[in-house]
């Protein structure tokens, strides 16, 4: 790192919120997977847009790559400093700036994590949806395009944000959209940046969607003998139409797992956790719904959750999902598959990959948003054991491409990161080129996250 | 236009489907607005995907623009042919392909209109949300991000298209997305075609989202004594999350137009049209909270309609309103405002307008999807009346520049095209320059749909 950048950096943000130390270098080039990553040269702490502006300004004008970096909980390798360069954190960004109750909005700084918004938002009336397993920042989110147990009936971060303000390669900030709920003014340049991964800027402000608290919330875990009777409940309950709020799947693995991570005593079998919003009647009819479609697959007793502080528990357990399958084996990392395909074929899917991973004798799990098509495989590797990193990605691969066939997509919420480039070639093929035009348009020296995504 | 050119094209398509006769270039030269248009050199009536690539790269080799064609309901001028060139007209790609009754979705060509699709899914139990007052092509609805009566609840095209084929300016065939609900697979290439207008490439088959026909439907006419109480009204029901699937406002001047073009005989007075869709149970809870509300806010008589027939009756006079408007003064087209504002703010935005239209002489209408924060005004104007269309530009510009300072989009749904170019610069700022790039990158030569949305 050229010594003169690192001043001028200093200058922009104050000496205190710049650190070249080993140790902070190490912690902002990876992310919570078995990809070791590498470290950028120098981690910057802004404040503001103005400084996010300043500071790509000043890093643009000498080639020096950008980093955007939020809470280090990717899964795909976002954050690895591949042609060195600056990371910027954005955790100092952490206001939530306005509420605008009456319009169901949100205006955030990109460092505010999904949790911090869910206690900002407790007395208002109000809820953000979208909820990745971990304590994401809001704008890693957009940036990923994340998801999690909501999407099925709220949508994800591209349905959810309304606007951003953004820093593009060169320094220049715009935003995105205006407060309206629509808009057809030219490109939807809000939902380019949604999931361009840090690749095309720095996302520095967000305005996102919020939902009144329904009136009635029920909760409830639901055991099958069988991960197809579990599957096929959820086909038929999004066939049917029922505007289920929640719909997760874990097979028996991770119910184990989670069981002892969060100290809880499900039985040991594939389990459906469902959430349902409404009215008090329309709960009840939904619930009716559901229980009738799951009796006639085959499913145990349901367990219910009504009482705010049990589905707390009960989805805390669930999010924490990744990490208690990791502590079934400690000192491992996942390989984590994330296919989504199309309803109908959602029982053909799990069923090869079920197929595929018991061929295996790593440790695997399935869980996932099974609503929206969405499974996740996680094949524990030890991240020093290079023969089970291969062998895990080839059963990955296997997945992935099983997926493609069933006219899916290797990636439903995790993003692209350097982990599945490959995979987006083989899902998108000349699509990828077009990605790239993009790239190579709004950001010609490839400083913004360089190396994700898209090689240009 | 090259008469190789042309020869070369009818190789393609067939010399049966490609012409050059002054009415049929001067019908491809406009829309249903005041904007007069200027017709392309040749209309080619393309049958496939491959015929659309194949007279695209031939054009793209002789730098002749390229005009996608679908129903000519445009209000933005958007069919111009400013630099000449060749209109690509898709009706006779017509076919729905495949409804996928188990995914909920449905998977058409271009040319199939609304209408068409409605008639088509009619007997599956599903059925597609996005209505606008045209019965226009589900292409040219993508390319506009067009939305209509339903996006209140269901979105608009932005959310409800899943995938596209997509033929770009060099002839490439991409396909924009897999068939999975969501996906975080790089950039969002549908999203970013969704609201293009045709200006970085030619749609040519599309998967849409469908939804299943809900258990009860119910509508209602409601009179207001004022448009403070109809809004405010409005207002209520979208804070209080009541999930109404249309409420649309009507002022008196469009009720008389509406009540004389469909002979219908509501009471003379600002007006909202209602639907709620759910269960009986759930139709009613809704029903109840609106009247409610309603009453709360000076309402009179609920007219009810809860037969489909009287329903259609209803929604069919409502989608008319345009030509019922311009029926009030033959031989006039009108200037529509397409404004849209974050939902608190509405009522601000249409008192202003009102009293920005009562400054004229001008016939003058306010109608639209309030639901969303959106509302139309249409100005009436001779089309060769250059005083007449000067003066309604001026009322339009008043109107966009106050819905601007309110946080609110110039065009809600209608695109940009020609007539909002200014407007757009106006709102997006810096972001114009992205949407620049972006053209450049993926066009050019300038050849798709040129001199639309932005100059390059």
């Avoid at 062998?391 to 290797?410: D, H, P």
Wanted: proline residues 4%; hydrophobic residues 40%; contains cysteine.
């Amino acid at each position: 790192m050229d010594s003169q950048l690192k001043a001028i950096i200093e200058q922009i943000v104050g000496v205190e919120h710049v650190s070249d130390s080993e140790a902070m270098r190490e912690l902002h080039g990876h992310g919570e997977s078995y990809h070791k990553g590498i470290p950028p040269e120098l981690v910057v702490f802004a404040g503001s847009t103005e400084e996010v502006s300043a500071v790509v300004k000043v890093c643009s004008e000498r080639n020096t790559p950008i980093i955007p970096y939020g809470t280090g909980t990717s899964l795909e390798d976002h954050v690895s400093a591949y042609r060195g360069g600056v990371s910027i954190d954005v955790s100092r960004m952490d206001k939530v700036i306005k509420v605008n109750t009456e319009d169901l909005d949100v205006v955030v700084q990109p460092g505010v994590t999904r949790k911090q918004l869910d206690s900002y938002l407790r007395d208002t009336g109000l809820f953000f949806p979208v909820d990745p397993g971990a304590d994401a920042s809001l704008g890693g989110m957009a940036a990923t395009r994340a998801s999690g147990t909501n999407a099925v009936r709220y949508g994800t971060m591209r349905e959810n944000v309304i606007s951003m303000t953004v820093v593009l390669a060169d320094g220049t900030v715009i935003k995105t959209a205006s407060r309206s709920r629509k808009s057809a003014a030219g490109y939807d340049l809000t939902r380019l940046m949604v999931g361009s991964e840090g690749t095309l800027g720095v996302i520095t402000e967000l305005t996102l969607r919020l939902y009144g608290v329904p009136e009635a919330i029920s909760a409830a875990v639901c055991p099958f003998d069988t991960i197809e009777g579990a599957v096929d409940t959820v086909i038929s309950t999004i066939q049917c139409g029922i505007p289920v709020a929640r719909i997760e799947l874990l097979d028996a693995a991770t119910i184990d797992a989670v069981n002892k991570y969060s100290k809880l005593d499900n039985k040991v079998t594939p389990t459906l956790f469902f959430e349902f919003h409404g009215s008090e009647n329309g709960v009840e009819e939904q619930t009716q719904l559901v229980k009738e479609l799951a009796t006639d697959n085959g499913a145990g007793e349901f367990q219910w959750a009504t009482l705010q502080e049990d589905r707390d528990k009960l989805w805390h357990a669930r999010h924490n999902a990744y990490y208690a399958s990791m502590a079934m084996k400690p000192g491992t990392k996942g390989i984590t598959g994330d296919t989504c395909v199309p309803i109908s074929r959602l029982a053909e899917a799990i069923d090869e990959a079920n197929k595929i991973l018991a061929t295996s004798d790593l440790l695997t799990f399935i869980v996932g948003h099974v609503g929206d098509g969405n499974f996740h495989t996680v094949i524990l590797v030890d991240p020093d054991n290079e023969a089970e990193i291969e062998e895990a990605k080839i059963l990955n691969n296997k997945i992935v491409e099983r997926a493609l066939e069933l006219e899916g997509t290797c990636t439903g919420e995790h993003g692209v990161g350097r982990g599945k480039m490959d995979f987006l070639i083989q899902e998108h093929g000349a699509g990828v080129e077009v990605m790239k035009a993009i790239k190579k348009a709004l950001d010609p020296n490839d400083i913004m996250n360089p190396g994700k995504i898209v090689t240009v």
